[in-house]
Each structure stands twice: as C-alpha cells, then as structure tokens.
C-alpha cells in the first residue's frame, strides 16, 4: 500500500476549494479527504489535521471526541478561521473586531516564529494596499500558557500555539487557511512551506514527549 | 410574508449570515445540509440556497430541490456553480474581478439589465457590485436582472425551466457579509431579503 500523507486535510467540498482537489502544492503535502469522511477514517497514519475555514463547524462539534481524542495521541490540530462552536480545545468562540480604519486589521509580531520568518507584516496587513485580507476576528481570551504569535495593534491576538489543552498542539489562526497564502509574489508565500515544516518539527517534539516544554 | 427556509451548511460565514437577527426575522427555518433529505419541506415557500455547499451533499439535494421547484416552489441559489445542479445551468467560471475598483476611472462592468424589477425598489446596482466569479447563460425565456456588459447574467430569474421560480446569480454575499468583509455586500443583503420575504417576482 502506498504511503500515505501524514497530514490530513479537510476539505469541506466548497466550490471555492475545487482546484485544490488538484492542485499539485495540496496533493504533494496533504491526504484531501473530504470533511464528512472524518469520522469513518483511520486516523493512526496522520500526524496532523487541517481544519478549513469553510467546515461544518456543527459536524466538528458533534464530534469533538475524534479532534480530542486525535490530540492527546500527541498529535496536531491546525484551525484556521472563526470558531463558533467549542469544538475545538480551549479555543474561545471569535469576537469580530470593531473596525475604525485600515489601522484596525494591522497585524503585529508579538513572538518571532519559524512559521513566519521573513514574512513581513505588511504583507500580512496589506493586498494591493488593501488591508483586511488576513484576519477580521480574535479569539480570545486564549487558553492559559498559549504561545502568541501574531496580534492586532490592541495586543488581541490572531494567531496562537496551544500546547496545554491536550497532550498534543493546536495551532489557531483567526483568518483564512495559512496553507493558501500562496504564489502571490510576497514574503507570505513562504508561510505555506514553513509551515509544513513546523509541523514535520512539532510532530518529532511531541514524539518525543517534548510537549509542554 | 413568504415562509423562507435556507440550507445551513454549518460553516462559520453561514453561521453569522442566517442567524443575524435583521435576517433571522426572515428566515422560517435553517435546515442542516446533513440533514436535507429527511427534512420535511412542507409548508416552504422559498428555499434558499447558499454558495458554497458541500458539492457532494448538494448533489444528492438536487432531486429533492427541483422537485421543490416543480411543486411551485422559489428557489434562491446564491455564489458561483462549479457542479450542475441548476435547471439548463450554463456557468461560465471566469477570472474573479477582485481589483477593478482600484484602477483608474473604474467600471465594475455591471448592467441593470431590468430597472423595474421589483427587488430594484430594495436595492441598487451599487448594493450588488463588489466582484463577479462568473456568469450565467441563462435559458430562452428566463428574465435577466443584473448582467455583465457582454450579456452574461449575473443575476437572473428563471420560470421557464420548471413550475416554479428559480433566482439565481453569482453573487455570493452570505459568504462576505458572514466573513466581515465587504460592507456593500450587508448592503445587499438588507435589502434582498425583505424583497424574497415580501416582494414581486
């Protein structure tokens, strides 16, 4: 049988997702599977899950038990989007931010991380000088000890690592899937492979009982 | 006033768009796609379609909906249609206009193509002009209500295909307003909804 991809991803089967069926980035790196698969699956083989911004939320929560119980086998969760059902451990459901001006979806480096290393923050904040692309909500406040990474001016944060809830990691991010920020001709197309590789490096951490370290 | 009822696909725009109080007074009743097929669509006046349904799940809806539709009942479908479900749907994907806006003495490139329709006494041109995914070649005899310059439609109105009313574009506002994003897209919304609920068609 051949190898599968360890990292799992979601795909809400949304008209906006199509290409990614094919998309030979998503097919390199991921198991595409679609979302309702979820609880017929065999989850041993994945070391992560992806969970889109366009889930049922509603089907996540009635099955929360597979997202825990997947965690605390020392394994990863990536959430990107707003979560409104806790279905998720320890993540708040979202509050949207009260925006005045462009100032308002500013983003900030709160913790230099290998996920964004070179990743300016105006090319967060900004598409073609139009800010609001990358994050709209918060969710806060987060679980006790989660790691920061990025936030809004007010210190509300958009992205965090949770290595607490569970025996596993749980990376939030408050916007759309990191893993699209792609082929954009700016310093956030490197998010997509230093992400991969954060979790090829988180998984060996967390086998090697480096969780919570 | 119509009895509305939407199918909720439990994802979060979806979530914030159908239960936004200005809307839910609307709206009779969220059906969870998951849960279609064995929902009782009696006494359903409108069933309201959004974009971006899971493909396989609206798929098997299909039949059910266009019996629906045959039944004479209205049929809202919103977003871009990559999958054939819509009766003689002819969807032409085509490269999305996120930027024209910022270009000099910009166009949207829509066109009012029925200005006495009635859903125009609810909303404008500019209430319905954030970007396009697409367009629709409708069937002879369906109504274009809102097209491109070249006569694609981006919004039209179909009696023809079945015994009921289809109202159908490209438009994808429950996802953007249920995004926070796009105010003309709330806009829109404030005003097509009312019309579904109590307008002309």
Known sequence: ?213 | MRKIAVIYSGNASHHRTFTEPRYKQYIDSLIYLPEFLNTSLEGVEVLFVPSQLNEKLLLQAKEKIIDFAQAGGIVVAFGPQPWEWLPNQKWEERETNFWWWLEKDAESGLVLAEPTYDLFNYITLEDATWHQHGVFWPVEGAQKLITTEDGGAVMYVDKVSTNGTWIITTLDPDYHFGSYFMPATERFLDGFIPWLAKGEM
């Not at chain 1, 889109?52 to 990536?78: P, T």
């Not at chain 1, 139009?130 to 987060?142: E, K, L, M, Q, Y």
């Not at chain 1, 490197?190 to 060996?204: A, G, P, T």
């Open chain 1, 1 to 213: 049988m051949a190898q599968v991809n360890p990292i799992l991803y979601l795909d809400p089967g949304h008209a906006f997702g199509l290409s990614n069926r094919t998309n030979p980035f998503m097919t390199a790196n991921f198991t595409l599977v679609d979302q309702y698969s979820l609880t017929e699956m065999d989850l041993s083989s994945f070391n992560c899950i992806v969970v889109h911004d366009f889930a049922d939320q509603e089907y996540l929560y009635k099955n929360k038990s597979i997202i825990e119980d997947f965690l605390n086998e020392g394994k990863i969760v990536i959430f990107c989007g707003h979560l409104f059902k806790e279905w998720l451990p320890g993540c708040p459901i979202f509050t949207p931010r009260n925006i005045q001006s462009h100032k308002d979806y500013e983003i900030f480096v709160e913790k230099q991380h290998p996920i964004f290393d070179g990743v300016s923050t105006d090319d967060m904040t900004y598409n073609k000088g139009v800010a609001g692309f990358f994050s709209r909500v918060t969710h806060a406040p987060i679980p006790a000890n989660a790691e920061v990474l990025l936030t809004f001016h007010d210190q509300m944060p958009i992205t965090y690592i949770d290595r607490y809830s569970t025996k596993g990691t749980i990376l939030v991010h408050a916007g759309r899937d990191l893993f699209a920020l792609r082929m954009q001709n700016k310093s956030t197309d490197r998010i997509s492979n230093q992400l991969l590789q954060w979790i090829e490096d988180e998984f060996k951490e967390l086998q090697q009982g480096g969780n919570q370290s």
